[in-house]
């Protein structure tokens, strides 16, 4: 089914050092953009990632250091690749959890303000999961009837993954709508402030801290009657975006 977009959607992939969203970094990014008119548009490169690559990790992507030396960094393509998600809603898979957080601090690295946050996300693995609990090659292999070659290839999981989304609107239509607020709605799992989880929103739409002996305090609460705690966050391995966004309601609150 072909999809119903009130503006472009990009679907990407990221092949990374490793999966910590805080320290690892992007070693590959493919990504497919559709337009609403259908058009379609695709960019592949890989990306030095200033670290070497641990072999575990190699040997899930088949990217060494040899392989990106000469590459571009991510700061000397990070400009370009925002004007390409500028104004996009984003599709992937597993895509919340793993791949947003981790682009996001590499453009929070490389001084990028970009405001992921006012995109709409699909992650077409949490549809799966909820609808079918597999992987994405199982996925591809059940809703599109063909073996996915090349696995843990940024652009044949990239480009898997649009397909998968797809046929899920084929394949549940009493269940899906083809509408992107809503598929963004259906395939998250949370309620995050920030992409690492470590705020979330309460049934009341209120901001708390989700870990710590605060966990469960409204944040803005937390930042009035213990003013350190902010400091030990910015000082703390924390991740760039939850620093950011911490830093946000401290402005907005101090605004009032």
Known sequence: MKLNLKNPIIFFDLETTGTNINSDRIVEICYLKIYPNGNEESKSMRINPEM?????????????DEDVADCPRFKDVAASIARDFTGC????????????????????????????????????????HKLEQR?????YKFY?????????????????????????????????????????????FNRNVDFAGRMVYDDK????????KYKGMPVAEVLRRDPGY?????????????????????IREGNK
């Open 52 to 64: 070497h690559i641990p072999d575990e990790a190699s040997a899930i992507h088949g990217i060494h």
């Open 205 to 212: 739409g209120v901001e708390i801290f989700n870990f710590g």
């Open 135 to 139: 992987t994405l090659s199982a996925a």
């Open 144 to 188: 599109c009837h063909k073996n996915l070659e090349d696995a843990h290839s940024a652009e044949a999981d990239t480009r898997a993954t649009y397909e998968v989304l797809q046929a899920q609107l084929d394949h549940y239509p009493d269940v899906l709508k083809n509408d992107i607020a809503f598929l963004s709605e259906y395939s998250s």
């Open 89 to 128: 809603d984003l599709g992937g898979f597993n895509s919340n959890r793993f791949d947003i957080p981790v682009l996001a601090e590499e453009f929070l690295r490389a001084g990028i303000d970009i405001d992921l946050n006012r995109r709409k996300f699909v992650d077409v693995q949490v549809i799966y």
């Open 230 to 250: 902010y400091s030990w966050i910015l000082q703390g391995d924390f991740t760039l975006n939850t620093k950011q966004m911490l830093t946000k309601i401290r």
